[in-house]
């Protein structure tokens, strides 16, 4: 089948993934960022009207800016069975920022073999251990579909006001990924940042998504993040060790 086609939604902070080998047909969305900047004042999806320009081998750059807040550049690359998105976010306004993300959201809803509004095809990991979803502990906010994640080697994420602000984060820590496996247990759908401010996932849309985290940012400076996508017929255990090779030669 060779390599996923992505397509971007020229003037949208998004674009569309198909021509999937273990997902033959299926077109899955990429919110990407849907929302970047300071995470205590994220700009949001609709608020920044990016330009789109080809590249070679199929990969496609991004450029946003919100005046006097935040811009970012984003190179997304996809290959075979996964899909690489290089972000560069630079603080424009004229405070410091405690903490920046790109909020990054990977849309399953529809694909009738991924998609799993009740989390029983959800993995994630934590303290060494799979797991899934429905087994990590939950708190029910505003909104009893999300649920929001701390992760490993990052801030707690009730410290980040952006996480914070929606109510619903439990207490357990868990590895910066998230996946979904197919309904007939041979195919995987996983997002991973580096590096992983956040895990958030929403049961209503069946979106999964790693957020990046930049890092404490001052006014004019830059910082650079990655978020990895795939689309694999591999169990969770062989794919979370791939994974980890990947990450490493990122």
């Not at 009207?49 to 450029?63: K, V």
């Not at 399953?108 to 899934?132: I, L, N, S, Y």
Request: proline content about 6%; aromatic content about 10%; some cysteine.
């Amino acid at each position: 089948m060779g390599q996923i086609t992505f397509e971007p939604r020229q003037g949208e902070m998004a674009g569309t993934v198909s021509n999937i080998a273990a997902f033959p047909g299926a077109r899955f969305g990429m919110g990407y960022p849907e929302a970047v900047g300071d995470a205590a004042h994220a700009i949001w999806f609709g608020a920044i009207t990016p330009s789109w320009s080809p590249l070679d081998n199929g990969s496609w750059r991004a450029e946003g800016r919100k005046e006097n807040e935040v811009s970012y550049s984003m190179t997304v690359s996809p290959g075979e069975d996964c899909v690489t998105v290089h972000y560069s976010v630079r603080n424009e306004s004229k405070r410091k920022w405690k903490q920046s993300l790109a909020f990054n959201c990977l849309q399953c809803g529809a694909v009738p073999e991924v998609r799993d509004h009740d989390c029983v095809r959800h993995w994630v990991r934590a303290k060494g251990r799979f797991m899934r979803l429905i087994e990590a502990p939950r708190v029910f906010g505003p909104r009893p579909a999300v649920q929001l994640y701390s992760v490993e080697g990052a801030p707690a994420g009730r410290a980040i006001p952006f996480v914070d602000g929606f109510k619903s984060t439990p207490d357990c820590v868990l590895e910066g990924w998230m996946a979904i496996q197919s309904r007939d247990g041979r195919g995987l759908v996983a997002t991973v940042s580096k590096p992983a401010l956040f895990l958030f996932q929403n049961m209503e849309y069946s979106c999964i998504h790693s957020g990046t985290g930049f890092g404490p940012l001052e006014p004019g400076q830059s910082a650079e993040g990655i978020n990895k996508c795939y689309f694999v017929r591999n169990s969770v255990e062989e794919w979370h060790a791939r994974m980890l090779n990947d990450l490493e030669r990122l």
